[in-house]
């Protein structure tokens, strides 16, 4: 690999995704060599830019992934040309992302003390909130509430 492995996660029973860099690969474990290689932003991100994926979440055939500068992603593995970037975008660095079990939404964390959910139908934030550090009186924050993993309530939409 060219850079830093950033996330891993399987797809189905027999594939392996692999964000490095700008790009998520997808190994089947039953051959040796990679299948599918899924470019970050619409087919194509230069590794000129420093976009590198920060985290990914899979559900069934569709990989969300999040950025470094704060965007959003989702990949269809079966047509990796079909990769849309959202518009919207967190204030700083991306560096968590959950797939919805069942609904069509995803909730991305980050850097920016922020967990935005996006509606993936019209790839729009639907809702957003903005973690608060516990000593709001303090001149300087020692560990910053930086969000680090999102993740649903199962059988609901709470974040």
Same mark, same amino acid.
């Given at each position: 690999?060219?850079?830093?492995?950033?996330?891993?996660?399987? +797809?189905? &029973?027999?594939?392996?995704?692999?964000? @490095?860099?700008? =790009?998520?690969?997808?190994?089947?474990? #039953? $051959? !040796? /060599?990679?299948?599918?290689?899924?470019?970050?932003?619409?087919?194509?991100?230069?590794?000129?830019?420093?976009?590198?994926?920060?985290?990914?979440?899979?559900?069934?055939?569709?990989?969300?992934? +999040?950025? &470094?500068?704060?965007?959003?992603?989702? @990949?269809?593995? =079966?047509?990796?040309?079909?990769?849309? #970037? $959202? !518009? /919207?975008?967190?204030?700083?660095?991306?560096?968590?992302?959950?797939?919805?079990?069942?609904?069509?939404?995803?909730?991305?964390?980050?850097?920016?003390?922020?967990?935005?959910?996006?509606?993936?139908?019209? &790839?729009?934030?639907?809702?957003?909130?903005?973690?608060?550090?516990?000593?709001?009186?303090?001149?300087?924050?020692?560990?910053?509430?930086?969000?680090?993993?999102?993740?649903?309530?199962?059988?609901?939409?709470?974040?």
């Amino acid at each position: 690999f060219s850079s830093e492995i950033m996330a891993v996660g399987f +797809v189905g &029973e027999t594939k392996l995704a692999v964000a @490095c860099g700008s =790009t998520i690969y997808i190994y089947d474990q #039953r $051959f !040796a /060599g990679i299948v599918t290689r899924a470019e970050a932003v619409q087919g194509t991100i230069s590794q000129s830019t420093g976009s590198e994926i920060q985290g990914m979440s899979i559900r069934g055939d569709f990989i969300a992934y +999040v950025d &470094e500068d704060g965007h959003l992603g989702i @990949c269809d593995i =079966t047509d990796p040309e079909t990769s849309i #970037r $959202f !518009a /919207g975008t967190h204030d700083a660095l991306a560096s968590c992302v959950c797939l919805h079990p069942e609904e069509a939404i995803v909730a991305t964390g980050g850097i920016d003390q922020q967990v935005l959910v996006w509606d993936i139908a019209s &790839e729009h934030i639907v809702d957003s909130f903005k973690v608060l550090a516990e000593d709001t009186e303090a001149k300087q924050l020692v560990n910053p509430p930086f969000v680090y993993a999102v993740d649903f309530v199962p059988d609901e939409t709470t974040v």
